[in-house]
DNA sequence: CCCTGATTCGC
DNA sequence: GCGAATCAGG
């Protein structure tokens, strides 16, 4: 799509008008808000009033092209190892308030443990709130990635099918 | 993770 | 000139 007279007015006026890029990208259609951006720019109409902050960078910052670049790994020490404390596994308690995740209802931030068997079509998920970066919520994450020591004489038959589907779990990944 | 504008630079 | 990729933030 090219920059018509009439798309560029148009640009104009929803900038003026306040419109973020990428809301006028969406009006104007055929373009991405960084083609708006990029147009705004070039036209010399930048910074209005400017909205939220300033957002002032001082430091251009180096932008490595993929372009003949070696992609060279950028770790940092500042990249925190995050304490990993050997906590003792609580119990499982797979059941937040009677209901159950889907896998259609399963959000990010939802506990992915599996429940049920996949098999007899009841499976499910636990769906308890899941810390971000973390599949499962704080029981099951600690029963996921630590070994139970002691397991009760005699477990329930849904423990049984948690223990299962954890050694599973453990087996595989 | 959604969003914002800013910048660089291969095309 | 164009805009994707990437950045620094909210």
Redesign the pocket.
């Known amino acids: 799509?090219?920059?018509t007279d009439e798309r560029?007015e148009m640009l104009k006026k929803l900038?003026a008008d306040g419109?973020?890029?990428?809301?006028?990208a969406k009006q104007l259609g055929?373009?991405?808000?960084?083609?708006?951006?990029?147009?705004?720019?070039?036209?010399g109409l930048?910074?209005r009033a400017?909205?939220?902050?300033p957002?002032?960078?001082?430091?251009?910052?180096?932008?490595?092209?993929?372009?003949?670049q070696p992609a060279k790994p950028?770790v940092t020490a500042e990249t925190a190892p995050a304490t990993r404390e050997p906590v003792k596994a609580p119990e499982p308690e797979p059941l937040p308030n009677g209901e159950f995740a889907t896998v259609l209802t399963l959000k990010?931030s939802m506990c992915k443990w599996p429940i049920g068997d996949p098999a007899t079509g009841d499976f499910r998920f636990c769906g308890r709130k899941s810390d971000?970066?973390n599949a499962y919520c704080d029981a099951h994450a600690k029963m996921a990635y630590q070994p139970q020591q002691k397991r009760r004489r005699k477990t329930s038959d849904a423990a049984a099918v948690l223990d299962s589907l954890a050694a599973t779990r453990r087996l595989n990944f």
Do not use: E, Y
């Open positions: 799509m090219a920059w560029v900038w419109l973020s890029a990428s809301q006028i055929g373009v991405t808000r960084n083609a708006v951006i990029g147009k705004v720019h070039r036209l930048s910074g400017t909205p939220s902050r957002v002032r960078r001082p430091t251009p910052t180096p932008r490595p092209r993929p372009t003949a950028r990010d971000p970066g």
